[in-house]
T-cell receptor
Framework: DAGITQSPRHKVTETGTPVTLRCHQTENHRYMYWYRQDPGHGLRLIHYSYGVKDTDKGEVSDGYSVSRSKTEDFLLTLESATSSQTSVYFC???????????FGPGTRLLVL | DQQVKQNSPSLSVQEGRISILNCDYTNSMFDYFLWYKKYPAEGPTFLISISSIKDKNEDGRFTVFLNKSAKHLSLHIVPSQPGDSAVYFCAASGSGGTSYGKLTFGQGTILTVHP
């Protein structure tokens, strides 16, 4: 158990509204990631962080921003939600930036 | 461009038999490969991994084989059990200091093991 929690677990929102998802870890790991899972695509990397205030874009970063002001929290923000951002979002951590990642339980987001 | 592909969306196997899940990749810079298992409404859980310096890695009922020349890996589950029914994802990572452990995932294969 990597001590990862995500909140909220489920959210329904309307197109055009901002949404923030939170990932919280209890082990003080330096590396954190946000993925989205969609049918036919597997998991795709949105953004990742390699330290406090150190973040970078992943494969599908358009329409998303992130912030990491504390080691334990990694926030994903949809500035203006669109229906194409309806998805399941997973947060992950890795230990020392190694390849094996451990995932949180996910947030199911529906944008109407 | 899908750099990691799982061409079989689903696989159905009888309990006690072998399950073989396949994965192909195109990026020759990938040098570390992982398999994850995912149950509905849960996050993916790490199953087994293999480095490109090896061609086989075993952990109990799970064995991963890597064929670098063919850019192909497979996961063997023997014997298969009903509790193995889940979605299986393969993932790949490139080496180097700037990789930060980033993973590229395949689309997933739904494994169903019938009692």
């Amino acid at each position: 158990d990597a001590g990862i929690t995500q909140s909220p677990r489920h959210k329904v929102t309307e197109t055009g509204t901002p949404v923030t998802l939170r990932c919280h870890q209890t082990e003080n790991h330096r590396y954190m990631y946000w993925y989205r899972q969609d049918p036919g695509h597997g998991l795709r990397l949105i953004h990742y962080s390699y330290g406090v205030k150190d973040t970078d874009k992943g494969e599908v970063s358009d329409g998303y921003s992130v912030s990491r002001s504390k080691t334990e929290d990694f926030l994903l923000t949809l500035e203006s939600a669109t229906s194409s951002q309806t998805s399941v979002y997973f947060c992950a951590i890795s230990i020392q930036g190694k390849e094996t990642q451990y995932f949180g339980p996910g947030t199911r987001l529906l944008v109407l | 461009d899908q750099q990691v592909k799982q061409n079989s969306p689903s696989l159905s196997v009888q309990e006690g038999r072998i399950s073989i899940l396949n994965c192909d990749y195109t990026n020759s810079m990938f040098d570390y490969f992982l398999w994850y298992k995912k149950y509905p409404a849960e996050g993916p859980t790490f199953l087994i991994s293999i480095s490109s310096i090896k061609d086989k890695n075993e952990d109990g009922r799970f064995t991963v084989f890597l064929n670098k020349s063919a850019k192909h890996l497979s996961l063997h589950i023997v014997p298969s059990q009903p509790g193995d029914s889940a979605v299986y994802f393969c993932a790949a990572s490139g080496s180097g200091g700037t990789s930060y452990g980033k993973l590229t995932f395949g689309q997933g294969t739904i494994l169903t093991v019938h009692p």
